[in-house]
């Protein structure tokens, strides 16, 4: 753990009177006084709490040796716990899902280092939410003002803010940040009357898509394949074995290497039991494939995670990923299911598409111009594209 002796915040006078620390492990900050922060956030989720953090941290699945070094900010006021953020010092950019290979390869090619970089990020999980922990936005701006110190002291190259909420992204604003936007696809309940069944939101689609999925979700029940719905503590340890084994067979397939260990789920099933809902496949008594999504029960949000099979059925994929989730969602009442990163062919299946945003700063001047001028250009292409894609709505008209 370090301590800033002292940071420019330029804000206000009892600023001054704050205690900024940076710890190397997450362990080192209050767990209830990091998940009351998160609570007073209008865009909190379960991938923020100290439980989720830790698990990474302790289950070796983010950490120093895989490129992952916490170094967690914390203000405080006294005793109370102000502002927090979640930063790593990065040796590469896998597991952020907000793509920056290319200005690390500008940087190579210029003679200079990009890595090791500073991120605030939740590893692996690029779901919006809030990643600047605080109660006000000068508490937000003067993190922001800590991690430009930390990297201009430490010699870094950049820092960079993912997936961040109107809030985030309102003090990177203010503090000259660049931001960058980018493409999800989101189920959405109906407001004022929400659906009742799976059956009614098909009826809203557009009937060659309603046709299709009617079809896809036929083909896997003339399989054979049922599915069980395992929520919380129902999900067993044999379960989170079988799981994982399904989660480690879709990174095989893709010729990578899972990001999460067996510890990480092992836990989650003892820490976080009710943020998770598995769906097996089964075919008569054999397990063939399981589906995980993250769920917060108190704002009715569901986040799509990892999937796997031990054998291929054809449209398999669809139904353990989108058509079962979306059918418990419905059933829960649940407000708003997000697909997760990119995925275009999402929108056949209800999902509509929303902006994402990020913020970056870098020290180079030259660099950080060029860059700013990348992401005018490459931010005008997601407008057009979210227009385009607006177009092409799945429902009816």
């Not at 959405?188 to 009826?203: E, G, I, Q, R």
């Not at 999460?260 to 008594?285: E, I, N, P, S, Y």
Request: net charge negative; proline share 4%; with cysteine.
């Amino acid at each position: 753990m370090s301590k800033f002796s002292q940071v420019d915040s330029g804000l206000d006078e009892g600023s001054k009177d704050y205690v900024i620390q940076v710890h190397d492990d997450p362990a080192q900050i209050d767990a209830a006084a990091w998940n009351a922060l998160l609570s007073d956030q209008d865009a909190a989720t379960p991938f923020m709490r100290h439980e989720y953090l830790a698990a990474l941290h302790e289950s070796g699945s983010a950490n120093a040796a895989a490129g992952w070094q916490p170094r967690f900010i914390a203000v405080r006021h006294g005793k109370q716990l102000v502002a927090a953020c979640p930063l790593y010092l990065k040796a590469h950019s896998y597991g952020e899902y907000v793509f920056d290979w290319a200005w690390a390869d500008a940087y190579q090619r210029h003679g200079l280092a990009y890595y090791p970089k500073l991120l605030d990020a939740v590893p692996f999980t690029p779901v919006p939410g809030s990643r600047l922990l605080a109660r006000s936005l000068s508490d937000r701006r003067l993190l922001l003002r800590a991690m430009r110190q930390l990297a201009v002291q430490d010699g870094l190259s950049s820092a960079h803010l993912l997936f961040i909420d109107d809030v985030d992204r309102e003090a990177a604003l203010a503090e000259g940040w660049m931001l960058r936007s980018n493409v999800q696809f989101h189920w959405t309940n109906l407001a004022d009357a929400p659906y009742p069944d799976f059956a009614s939101f098909l009826s809203r689609l557009q009937r060659e898509k309603r046709k299709k999925i009617q079809q896809e979700r036929r083909r896997v029940g003339e399989a054979g394949i049922r599915f069980e719905t395992l929520e919380g503590d129902a999900i067993s340890a044999s379960d989170w074995d079988f799981f994982h084994r399904c989660y480690t067979l879709t990174y095989r397939a893709h010729h990578s290497t899972p990001y999460l260990t067996r510890d990480f789920f092992a836990r989650m099933a003892a820490t976080m039991a009710r943020h998770w809902v598995m769906f097996v496949a089964r075919r008569g008594d054999e397990a063939i494939a399981a589906s995980l999504i993250a769920v917060d029960p108190e704002r009715g949000v569901a986040f799509g995670r990892y999937w796997g099979c031990t054998e291929q059925v054809p449209c398999l994929h669809f139904e353990a990923c989108y058509y079962q989730p979306l059918q418990w969602c419905i059933a829960q009442r649940y407000v708003r299911f997000e697909g997760g990163a990119q995925g275009e062919h999402k929108m056949a299946r209800g999902l509509l598409p929303v902006q994402t945003h990020s913020a970056h700063w870098l020290a180079h001047p030259q660099f950080a111009q060029a860059v700013a001028d990348f992401l005018a250009r490459e931010g005008a292409g997601v407008e057009d594209y979210l227009d385009e894609l607006n177009e092409r709505r799945p429902f009816k008209a």
